[in-house]
């Protein structure tokens, strides 16, 4: 038995790290592709490995589930491009991208945005940082409704991409240069004539 668990993984192993790693995509075509893969690889390793191809059967799943996924996604995505887009109608400007901040929350409040708009919106992007007790003051004051302010605070943080590394060069060593060799001058040869 252990030997065809190990049979199974080698050829689902390496989708699943490059998919997983993919996975901080902001889109849900991006996310429903990722995910849709994985779980396809994982089936169609799994349904593979009985006829005695689990690499062709993760590699069959793979594709079905990446599209299956992405398909998903893909609607999923513009419903969110049409929600932004009625926020933006009403409220007179774009959102920025990423985490919801507190002020596009008050500031969708007080142009009477649908509250499950906003809601939606919150729910879809997640915040920016989680909510401190000065923020749901502010929130309670500038008339925002409870259902907003639970889903605020029930979304998780958006985390955001790690930046890319920078690789700065590491110190550069030199060697010191050889030191100058010795001047020797060459033997002189000469020839004496003459007698004593």
């Avoid at 889109?27 to 779980?39: E, K, N, Q, S, V």
């Avoid at 690499?55 to 491009?81: F, R, Y």
């Avoid at 029930?154 to 955001?160: G, K, L, N």
């Amino acid at each position: 038995m252990r030997m065809k668990l190990s049979k199974l993984a080698r050829p689902v192993t390496l989708p699943l790290l490059v998919m997983a790693a993919g996975c901080a995509s902001p889109y849900y075509t991006d996310r429903g592709a990722l995910l849709g893969g994985a779980g396809g690889a994982g089936v169609g390793a799994l349904v593979g490995s009985a006829s005695g191809h689990a690499g062709t059967g993760a590699l069959i799943g793979a594709g079905v589930g990446a599209l299956s996924g992405g398909l998903v996604g893909n609607g999923l995505d513009q419903i969110e491009a049409r929600n932004r887009a009625q926020i933006a109608a009403q409220m007179g400007r774009q959102l920025p991208p990423g985490g919801v901040q507190v002020n596009d929350v008050i500031a969708m409040s007080q142009s009477r945005v649908d509250e499950e708009l906003i809601v939606n919106h919150v729910r879809s992007n997640g915040m920016a940082h989680p909510l401190q007790a000065g923020e749901l003051i502010a929130l309670e004051q500038q008339g925002v409704s409870k259902n907003v302010i639970l889903a605020m605070q029930s979304a998780p943080p958006r985390v955001a991409a790690p930046p890319a590394a920078v690789v700065a060069p590491g110190p550069v060593y030199y060697y010191p240069p050889p030191p100058p060799m010795p001047y020797y001058p060459a033997p002189s040869v000469g020839f004496a004539v003459g007698g004593r």
